[in-house]
Protein backbone atom coordinates (compact mmCIF):
# COMPACT_ATOMS: atom_id res chain seq x y z
CA UNK A 1 0.00 0.00 0.00
CA UNK A 2 1.87 3.29 -0.80
CA UNK A 3 0.23 6.99 -0.33
CA UNK A 4 0.84 10.57 -0.99
CA UNK A 5 0.21 13.21 1.46
CA UNK A 6 -1.40 16.38 -0.03
CA UNK A 7 -1.43 19.67 2.31
CA UNK A 8 -3.88 21.90 1.13
CA UNK A 9 -6.35 24.92 1.79
CA UNK A 10 -9.52 24.61 -0.87
CA UNK A 11 -10.78 27.98 -0.37
CA UNK A 12 -12.79 26.75 -2.57
CA UNK A 13 -11.98 23.82 -4.35
CA UNK A 14 -11.42 23.94 -7.67
CA UNK A 15 -10.23 22.04 -10.96
CA UNK A 16 -6.07 22.90 -10.54
CA UNK A 17 -6.69 20.88 -7.10
CA UNK A 18 -8.43 17.67 -8.51
CA UNK A 19 -5.59 18.09 -11.50
CA UNK A 20 -3.00 18.42 -8.60
CA UNK A 21 -4.38 15.29 -6.61
CA UNK A 22 -4.88 13.33 -9.93
CA UNK A 23 -0.74 14.21 -10.75
CA UNK A 24 -0.01 13.56 -6.94
CA UNK A 25 -1.34 9.62 -7.05
CA UNK A 26 0.05 9.20 -10.95
CA UNK A 27 3.67 10.57 -9.83
CA UNK A 28 4.13 8.65 -6.55
CA UNK A 29 2.24 5.74 -8.12
CA UNK A 30 -0.32 5.86 -4.56
CA UNK A 31 -2.77 3.82 -3.79
CA UNK A 32 -4.28 6.39 -1.43
CA UNK A 33 -3.99 10.19 -1.25
CA UNK A 34 -4.46 11.79 2.35
CA UNK A 35 -5.12 15.58 2.54
CA UNK A 36 -4.06 17.93 5.90
CA UNK A 37 -6.70 20.29 4.81
CA UNK A 38 -7.08 23.57 6.71
CA UNK A 39 -10.15 23.99 9.20
CA UNK A 40 -12.97 27.40 9.21
CA UNK A 41 -9.93 29.55 9.50
CA UNK A 42 -6.89 29.85 6.83
CA UNK A 43 -3.42 31.02 6.72
CA UNK A 44 -4.06 34.27 4.89
CA UNK A 45 -5.55 35.10 8.52
CA UNK A 46 -9.34 35.01 7.17
CA UNK A 47 -12.29 32.74 7.47
CA UNK A 48 -12.77 30.20 4.58
CA UNK A 49 -14.99 30.95 2.34
CA UNK A 50 -17.13 27.86 2.46
CA UNK A 51 -17.04 25.75 6.03
CA UNK A 52 -14.26 22.57 5.84
CA UNK A 53 -17.09 20.24 5.75
CA UNK A 54 -18.57 21.42 1.92
CA UNK A 55 -14.48 21.60 0.98
CA UNK A 56 -13.36 18.20 1.93
CA UNK A 57 -16.66 16.66 0.16
CA UNK A 58 -15.57 18.42 -2.89
CA UNK A 59 -12.00 16.93 -2.49
CA UNK A 60 -13.12 13.36 -1.12
CA UNK A 61 -15.44 13.63 -4.67
CA UNK A 62 -11.78 14.05 -6.84
CA UNK A 63 -9.53 11.97 -5.67
CA UNK A 64 -8.97 12.45 -2.14
CA UNK A 65 -9.61 9.63 -0.36
CA UNK A 66 -9.08 10.61 3.27
CA UNK A 67 -9.12 14.39 4.54
CA UNK A 68 -7.87 15.35 8.26
CA UNK A 69 -8.65 18.61 9.97
CA UNK A 70 -5.34 20.92 11.00
CA UNK A 71 -5.80 22.26 14.02
CA UNK A 72 -6.75 25.89 13.69
CA UNK A 73 -3.77 27.33 15.40
CA UNK A 74 -0.95 25.94 12.46
CA UNK A 75 -3.96 26.56 9.99
CA UNK A 76 -3.62 30.10 10.41
CA UNK A 77 0.27 30.62 11.63
CA UNK A 78 2.86 31.76 9.01
CA UNK A 79 4.52 29.36 6.64
CA UNK A 80 6.58 27.92 9.45
CA UNK A 81 4.18 27.08 11.98
CA UNK A 82 1.80 26.03 8.86
CA UNK A 83 4.09 23.42 7.55
CA UNK A 84 5.16 22.53 10.95
CA UNK A 85 1.33 21.42 12.00
CA UNK A 86 0.92 19.90 8.87
CA UNK A 87 4.08 17.84 7.77
CA UNK A 88 4.63 16.47 12.00
CA UNK A 89 0.34 15.57 11.19
CA UNK A 90 1.22 13.65 8.33
CA UNK A 91 4.62 12.27 10.14
CA UNK A 92 2.65 10.68 12.71
CA UNK A 93 -0.14 9.49 10.63
CA UNK A 94 2.44 6.53 10.02
CA UNK A 95 1.54 5.84 6.27
CA UNK A 96 2.49 8.88 3.78
CA UNK A 97 5.46 7.82 1.68
CA UNK A 98 5.18 11.18 -0.36
CA UNK A 99 4.52 14.44 0.32
CA UNK A 100 3.04 16.27 -3.10
CA UNK A 101 3.04 20.01 -3.15
CA UNK A 102 1.91 22.80 -5.49
CA UNK A 103 4.65 24.80 -6.60
CA UNK A 104 6.16 27.60 -9.23
CA UNK A 105 8.94 25.48 -10.01
CA UNK A 106 9.32 21.56 -9.91
CA UNK A 107 13.03 21.22 -9.34
CA UNK A 108 13.47 19.43 -5.59
CA UNK A 109 16.64 19.99 -5.68
CA UNK A 110 15.85 23.53 -5.07
CA UNK A 111 13.60 23.15 -2.80
CA UNK A 112 15.59 20.90 -0.43
CA UNK A 113 19.31 23.29 -1.25
CA UNK A 114 17.13 26.25 0.40
CA UNK A 115 16.05 23.99 3.07
CA UNK A 116 19.13 22.73 4.40
CA UNK A 117 20.40 26.47 4.15
CA UNK A 118 17.73 27.39 6.21
CA UNK A 119 18.02 24.50 8.96
CA UNK A 120 21.95 24.96 9.24
CA UNK A 121 21.88 29.04 8.86
CA UNK A 122 25.87 29.55 8.37
CA UNK A 123 26.97 32.95 9.42
CA UNK A 124 27.15 34.61 6.27
CA UNK A 125 23.50 33.76 5.54
CA UNK A 126 22.40 34.87 9.41
CA UNK A 127 25.07 38.03 9.41
CA UNK A 128 23.05 39.40 5.80
CA UNK A 129 19.65 38.78 7.16
CA UNK A 130 20.24 40.86 10.76
CA UNK A 131 21.35 43.36 7.96
CA UNK A 132 17.93 43.64 6.46
CA UNK A 133 16.01 43.48 8.95
CA UNK A 134 17.91 46.39 10.80
CA UNK A 135 17.69 48.40 7.83
CA UNK A 136 13.74 47.79 7.97
CA UNK A 137 12.65 45.51 6.07
CA UNK A 138 9.87 42.99 7.05
CA UNK A 139 11.14 39.35 7.73
CA UNK A 140 9.60 37.59 4.86
CA UNK A 141 11.88 39.94 2.90
CA UNK A 142 14.56 40.03 4.64
CA UNK A 143 14.99 36.24 4.74
CA UNK A 144 14.50 36.31 0.62
CA UNK A 145 17.15 38.75 -0.01
CA UNK A 146 19.92 36.81 2.29
CA UNK A 147 19.12 33.26 0.48
CA UNK A 148 19.08 35.29 -2.67
CA UNK A 149 22.72 36.69 -1.40
CA UNK A 150 23.90 33.39 -0.02
CA UNK A 151 23.33 31.46 -2.76
CA UNK A 152 24.13 33.61 -5.64
CA UNK A 153 27.57 33.59 -3.88
CA UNK A 154 28.16 29.82 -4.07
CA UNK A 155 27.26 30.54 -7.60
CA UNK A 156 23.56 29.72 -7.69
CA UNK A 157 20.95 30.75 -9.90
CA UNK A 158 19.10 34.19 -8.84
CA UNK A 159 16.36 33.66 -6.61
CA UNK A 160 14.35 36.58 -6.57
CA UNK A 161 11.73 34.96 -8.27
CA UNK A 162 11.32 31.52 -6.75
CA UNK A 163 11.43 32.89 -3.29
CA UNK A 164 8.34 35.30 -4.32
CA UNK A 165 5.77 32.89 -4.49
CA UNK A 166 3.83 32.07 -1.62
CA UNK A 167 3.64 27.84 -2.94
CA UNK A 168 7.28 28.22 -3.38
CA UNK A 169 7.85 29.15 0.21
CA UNK A 170 5.74 26.84 1.95
CA UNK A 171 6.97 23.89 -0.29
CA UNK A 172 10.54 25.22 1.44
CA UNK A 173 9.10 25.20 4.79
CA UNK A 174 7.77 21.34 3.82
CA UNK A 175 11.54 20.18 3.08
CA UNK A 176 12.75 21.74 6.31
CA UNK A 177 10.58 19.78 8.86
CA UNK A 178 11.18 16.53 6.58
CA UNK A 179 14.74 17.13 6.83
CA UNK A 180 15.07 18.52 10.87
CA UNK A 181 13.13 15.35 11.84
CA UNK A 182 14.74 13.36 9.61
CA UNK A 183 11.64 11.97 8.18
CA UNK A 184 11.44 9.08 5.43
CA UNK A 185 8.34 10.86 3.26
CA UNK A 186 10.33 12.03 0.30
CA UNK A 187 8.60 15.32 -1.19
CA UNK A 188 7.86 15.87 -4.62
CA UNK A 189 6.84 19.37 -6.13
CA UNK A 190 4.40 19.55 -8.73
CA UNK A 191 4.44 22.50 -11.21
CA UNK A 192 1.57 24.72 -10.97
CA UNK A 193 -0.18 24.60 -14.14
CA UNK A 194 -1.59 28.36 -16.05
CA UNK A 195 -2.89 31.16 -13.68
CA UNK A 196 -0.74 32.84 -11.14
CA UNK A 197 -1.23 31.79 -7.22
CA UNK A 198 -2.18 35.62 -6.92
CA UNK A 199 -4.03 35.99 -10.35
CA UNK A 200 -7.67 37.73 -9.38
CA UNK A 201 -9.03 37.24 -13.07
CA UNK A 202 -10.51 33.35 -14.40
CA UNK A 203 -8.69 32.26 -17.34
CA UNK A 204 -6.13 30.05 -18.74
CA UNK A 205 -6.80 26.08 -18.49
CA UNK A 206 -7.18 26.44 -14.47
CA UNK A 207 -7.86 29.04 -12.40
CA UNK A 208 -6.67 30.42 -8.86
CA UNK A 209 -8.62 30.48 -5.91
CA UNK A 210 -7.66 34.15 -5.01
CA UNK A 211 -9.70 35.16 -8.77
CA UNK A 212 -12.82 32.28 -7.55
CA UNK A 213 -12.90 34.35 -4.07
CA UNK A 214 -13.15 37.45 -5.86
CA UNK A 215 -16.00 36.66 -7.99
CA UNK A 216 -17.71 35.28 -5.33
CA UNK A 217 -17.17 38.22 -3.41
CA UNK A 218 -18.77 40.42 -6.14
CA UNK A 219 -21.35 38.05 -6.60
CA UNK A 220 -20.39 37.53 -10.00
CA UNK A 221 -20.01 34.32 -10.33
CA UNK A 222 -20.88 33.20 -13.77
CA UNK A 223 -20.21 30.28 -16.40
CA UNK A 224 -16.88 31.71 -17.02
CA UNK A 225 -16.33 31.05 -12.76
CA UNK A 226 -17.88 27.51 -12.60
CA UNK A 227 -16.07 26.19 -15.34
CA UNK A 228 -13.49 26.18 -12.99
CA UNK A 229 -15.17 23.72 -10.68
CA UNK A 230 -15.32 20.18 -11.37
CA UNK A 231 -18.39 19.00 -12.75
CA UNK A 232 -18.76 16.61 -10.17
CA UNK A 233 -19.21 19.44 -7.23
CA UNK A 234 -20.93 22.54 -9.08
CA UNK A 235 -23.77 21.74 -6.76
CA UNK A 236 -21.98 21.87 -4.08
CA UNK A 237 -20.20 24.80 -5.02
CA UNK A 238 -23.17 27.07 -6.01
CA UNK A 239 -24.84 26.17 -2.53
CA UNK A 240 -22.31 27.55 -0.39
CA UNK A 241 -21.84 30.54 -2.53
CA UNK A 242 -25.39 31.30 -0.98
CA UNK A 243 -23.58 30.75 2.64
CA UNK A 244 -20.15 32.44 2.51
CA UNK A 245 -18.62 34.10 5.53
CA UNK A 246 -15.75 36.70 4.99
CA UNK A 247 -13.53 38.83 7.71
CA UNK A 248 -16.17 41.80 8.12
CA UNK A 249 -18.52 39.47 10.00
CA UNK A 250 -15.62 39.60 12.73
CA UNK A 251 -15.69 43.31 13.03
CA UNK A 252 -17.98 43.02 16.34
CA UNK A 253 -15.47 40.20 17.99
CA UNK A 254 -12.28 42.53 17.22
CA UNK A 255 -13.84 45.35 18.41
CA UNK A 256 -14.55 43.67 22.03
CA UNK A 257 -10.84 42.65 21.86
CA UNK A 258 -9.33 45.50 21.39
CA UNK A 259 -11.29 47.51 23.70
CA UNK A 260 -10.27 44.50 26.74
CA UNK A 261 -7.00 44.48 26.48
CA UNK A 262 -4.14 46.75 27.40
CA UNK A 263 -1.62 44.02 26.45
CA UNK A 264 -1.70 42.31 23.19
CA UNK A 265 1.90 40.37 23.25
CA UNK A 266 0.45 37.13 24.49
CA UNK A 267 -1.48 36.25 21.60
CA UNK A 268 0.17 34.05 18.87
CA UNK A 269 2.48 36.20 15.85
CA UNK A 270 1.83 39.41 18.44
CA UNK A 271 5.08 41.02 19.16
CA UNK A 272 5.87 43.70 22.03
CA UNK A 273 6.03 45.92 18.93
CA UNK A 274 3.04 45.35 17.03
CA UNK A 275 1.32 44.93 20.08
CA UNK A 276 2.26 48.56 21.20
CA UNK A 277 1.32 49.62 17.60
CA UNK A 278 -2.32 48.12 18.81
CA UNK A 279 -2.92 49.70 21.65
CA UNK A 280 -1.17 53.30 20.24
CA UNK A 281 -4.11 52.92 17.34
CA UNK A 282 -6.81 50.90 18.57
CA UNK A 283 -9.32 53.93 19.15
CA UNK A 284 -8.38 55.02 15.52
CA UNK A 285 -9.76 51.23 14.71
CA UNK A 286 -13.20 51.89 16.18
CA UNK A 287 -15.67 52.61 13.27
CA UNK A 288 -13.49 51.63 10.64
CA UNK A 289 -14.71 48.22 8.68
CA UNK A 290 -12.07 45.18 9.28
CA UNK A 291 -9.89 45.77 5.95
CA UNK A 292 -9.81 49.33 6.95
CA UNK A 293 -8.38 48.30 10.06
CA UNK A 294 -6.08 46.00 8.66
CA UNK A 295 -4.60 49.05 6.80
CA UNK A 296 -4.35 51.07 9.80
CA UNK A 297 -2.05 48.48 11.68
CA UNK A 298 -0.02 47.81 8.71
CA UNK A 299 3.67 49.16 8.67
CA UNK A 300 6.83 48.77 6.16
CA UNK A 301 8.17 45.81 8.67
CA UNK A 302 5.08 44.30 9.06
CA UNK A 303 2.69 43.06 6.01
CA UNK A 304 -1.01 42.70 6.01
CA UNK A 305 -1.18 39.03 6.06
CA UNK A 306 0.84 39.18 9.14
CA UNK A 307 -1.89 42.03 10.24
CA UNK A 308 -4.38 39.49 9.74
CA UNK A 309 -3.25 36.38 11.38
CA UNK A 310 -2.52 38.61 14.20
CA UNK A 311 -5.68 39.69 14.62
CA UNK A 312 -7.76 36.73 13.86
CA UNK A 313 -5.37 35.03 16.66
CA UNK A 314 -6.90 37.89 18.69
CA UNK A 315 -10.28 36.88 17.80
CA UNK A 316 -9.53 33.35 18.84
CA UNK A 317 -7.99 33.63 21.78
CA UNK A 318 -4.77 31.38 20.34
CA UNK A 319 -2.08 32.75 22.44
CA UNK A 320 1.64 32.62 22.11
CA UNK A 321 1.68 29.68 25.57
CA UNK A 322 -0.10 27.54 24.31
CA UNK A 323 1.40 27.50 20.50
CA UNK A 324 4.52 27.10 22.70
CA UNK A 325 3.39 24.01 24.61
CA UNK A 326 1.45 22.63 21.50
CA UNK A 327 4.91 22.32 19.92
CA UNK A 328 7.12 21.27 22.99
CA UNK A 329 4.70 18.22 23.12
CA UNK A 330 5.43 16.93 19.66
CA UNK A 331 3.31 19.65 17.97
CA UNK A 332 0.46 17.08 16.98
CA UNK A 333 -1.98 16.13 19.43
CA UNK A 334 -4.26 14.09 17.86
CA UNK A 335 -6.10 13.39 14.05
CA UNK A 336 -9.38 14.42 13.76
CA UNK A 337 -11.22 12.75 10.69
CA UNK A 338 -13.60 15.58 8.15
CA UNK A 339 -14.49 13.10 5.47
CA UNK A 340 -13.35 9.38 3.89
CA UNK A 341 -14.18 7.17 1.27
CA UNK A 342 -15.75 4.01 1.69
CA UNK A 343 -13.52 2.21 -0.28
CA UNK A 344 -10.81 3.47 1.81
CA UNK A 345 -10.76 1.09 4.32
CA UNK A 346 -7.81 -0.68 3.87
CA UNK A 347 -6.16 2.80 4.84
CA UNK A 348 -7.86 3.00 7.79
CA UNK A 349 -7.24 -0.27 9.19
CA UNK A 350 -3.67 0.51 8.63
CA UNK A 351 -4.10 3.41 10.16
CA UNK A 352 -5.19 2.55 13.22
CA UNK A 353 -2.41 -0.22 13.39
CA UNK A 354 0.40 2.11 13.13
CA UNK A 355 -0.86 5.97 13.99
CA UNK A 356 0.83 7.39 17.50
CA UNK A 357 -1.95 9.75 17.84
CA UNK A 358 -5.62 9.34 18.68
CA UNK A 359 -7.31 9.20 15.13
CA UNK A 360 -10.82 10.87 16.30
CA UNK A 361 -13.35 9.29 13.59
CA UNK A 362 -15.97 11.08 15.27
CA UNK A 363 -16.12 15.00 16.64
CA UNK A 364 -17.53 13.28 20.26
CA UNK A 365 -14.56 11.27 20.73
CA UNK A 366 -12.49 14.65 21.07
CA UNK A 367 -14.37 15.42 24.00
CA UNK A 368 -12.84 12.51 26.15
CA UNK A 369 -9.17 13.59 25.20
CA UNK A 370 -7.11 12.83 28.42
CA UNK A 371 -4.14 14.38 27.66
CA UNK A 372 -3.82 18.14 28.88
CA UNK A 373 -2.18 19.32 26.14
CA UNK A 374 -4.67 17.59 23.65
CA UNK A 375 -7.70 18.85 25.24
CA UNK A 376 -6.44 22.23 25.11
CA UNK A 377 -5.75 22.23 21.03
CA UNK A 378 -9.13 20.25 21.07
CA UNK A 379 -11.15 23.19 23.04
CA UNK A 380 -9.35 25.91 20.62
CA UNK A 381 -10.33 24.35 17.08
CA UNK A 382 -14.19 23.80 18.67
CA UNK A 383 -13.98 27.40 19.34
CA UNK A 384 -13.11 28.21 16.21
CA UNK A 385 -15.83 25.61 14.42
CA UNK A 386 -17.91 27.44 16.57
CA UNK A 387 -17.93 30.61 16.02
CA UNK A 388 -17.56 30.21 12.31
CA UNK A 389 -20.65 28.55 12.33
CA UNK A 390 -22.42 31.19 14.55
CA UNK A 391 -21.31 33.63 11.79
CA UNK A 392 -23.43 31.67 9.13
CA UNK A 393 -26.42 30.78 11.60
CA UNK A 394 -26.81 34.61 12.22
CA UNK A 395 -26.19 35.61 8.56
CA UNK A 396 -28.55 32.83 6.75
CA UNK A 397 -31.07 32.21 9.73
CA UNK A 398 -29.66 28.70 9.88
CA UNK A 399 -30.14 26.27 12.67
CA UNK A 400 -26.67 25.83 15.24
CA UNK A 401 -25.05 22.63 15.17
CA UNK A 402 -22.21 21.97 17.39
CA UNK A 403 -19.22 20.07 16.16
CA UNK A 404 -20.23 16.91 18.47
CA UNK A 405 -23.49 16.62 15.93
CA UNK A 406 -21.82 17.15 12.65
CA UNK A 407 -20.59 13.91 11.43
CA UNK A 408 -17.67 13.51 8.92
CA UNK A 409 -18.28 13.25 5.27
CA UNK A 410 -18.66 9.39 3.93
CA UNK A 411 -18.88 8.50 0.30
Known amino acids: MRTVGVIAEYDPFHTGHAYHIQKAKEISGADYAVVIMSPDFVQRGEPAVFDKYTRAHMALQNGADLVLELPVCYAT ?12 LLERLGVADVLCFGAENADVGLFSRIAGILVKEPEEY ?11 DSFPLARAKALAHFTEAKNAPALSDFLSSPNNILG ?8 KTGSGIRPIPIRRESAPYHSTVPHGAYCSASAIRKKIAEAAVTDAVVRYIPANCRDLFSDACKHTVTSEELLPFLT ?26 RYACIGKSYRQIVAVLKSRQITEARIRRALLHLILDIRLEDVMSFTDHGTAAYLKVLGLRRDASPLLHRIKEVCALPFLTKPAAGANLKDDTAARMWRQDLFASHLYRSIRCRRFDEAFRTEYEISPIVI
Open 77 to 88: GSAEYFALGAVT
Open 256 to 281: QKLLAYDRFDPFFDISPELSDRIRAQ
Open 126 to 136: TAFLRRSLRQG
Open 172 to 179: IEYCKILQ
